[in-house]
């Protein structure tokens, strides 16, 4: 069970989009339409941005959208804005247990 | 709302064993098609799912650390708990409790809680 591969950091300026990839295997990512992805600022719990794959929870801005192809999803931030400056964790299920990716953190230049 | 808590030691000594407890309100752990699981965080690093438990009261672990884990459910107290034995400095965390919900998706968390294992 190795986690799933993120970059280490993006970045961008306020108003553009950035896109975080997280690839895995045919035995998560590319085996269930079940990719999440989560925000975490400094000293606070993961948020859930991202569900099944595209699907915001009540509340998300729809600045976030999410996709997959293959084994790698995908999370785009569109119109970015200061307070988007956080780690984005993606995870997937993997069949009776879970598997996160490394987290990428996002700056906003 | 849904609402979880972690509690416990904040501090163990090495090769004992850490406890916590999450502590759910605002749903039942005894009923619903959720799991209840646990999470944890070194300083610095990213997130490591531990395991996972059933309403059923059945369990999956992580791989890496089936053979020290145990997750169990108290649902006259509607609480959850983890139990990790043989701990050394590698399993100092924050460790978070959470609900899975029905995107097979961890919906909702505990603020998290900071184990330190030292003697």
């Known amino acids: 069970q190795s986690a799933l591969t993120q970059p280490a950091s993006v970045s961008g300026s306020p108003g553009q989009s950035i896109t975080i990839s997280c690839t895995g295997t045919?035995?998560?990512?590319?085996?269930?339409?079940?990719v999440s992805w989560f925000q975490q600022h400094p000293g606070k719990a993961p948020k859930l941005m991202i569900s099944?794959?595209?699907k915001r929870p009540s509340g998300v801005s729809n600045r976030f959208s999410g996709s997959k192809s293959g084994n790698t999803a995908s999370l785009t931030v569109s119109g970015l804005q200061a307070e988007d400056e956080a780690d984005y964790y993606c995870?997937?299920?993997?069949?009776?247990?879970?598997?996160f990716g490394g987290g990428t953190k996002l700056t906003v230049l | 709302q849904v609402q979880l808590r972690e509690s416990g030691p904040g501090l163990v000594k090495p090769s004992q064993t850490l406890s916590l407890t999450c502590t759910v309100s605002?749903?039942?752990?005894?009923?619903?098609?959720?799991?209840w699981s646990w999470i944890r965080q070194p300083a610095g690093k990213g997130l490591e799912y531990i395991g996972r438990?059933?309403?059923?009261?059945?369990?999956n672990y992580n791989p890496s650390l089936k053979s020290r884990v145990t997750i169990s459910l108290d649902t006259s107290k509607n609480q959850f708990s983890l139990k990790l034995n043989s701990v050394t400095a590698a399993d100092t965390a924050v460790y978070y409790c959470?609900?899975?919900?029905?995107?097979?998706?961890?919906?909702?968390w505990g603020q998290g809680m900071l184990v330190t294992v030292s003697s």
């Open positions: 099944e794959g595209s």
């Open positions: 605002g749903a039942s752990i005894s009923s619903g098609s959720y799991y």
């Open positions: 045919s035995s998560d990512v590319g085996g269930y339409n079940f």
């Open positions: 959470a609900r899975v919900g029905g995107g097979l998706d961890f919906d909702y």
């Open positions: 438990i059933y309403t059923s009261g059945t369990t």
């Open positions: 995870c997937s299920y993997a069949g009776a247990s879970w598997v």
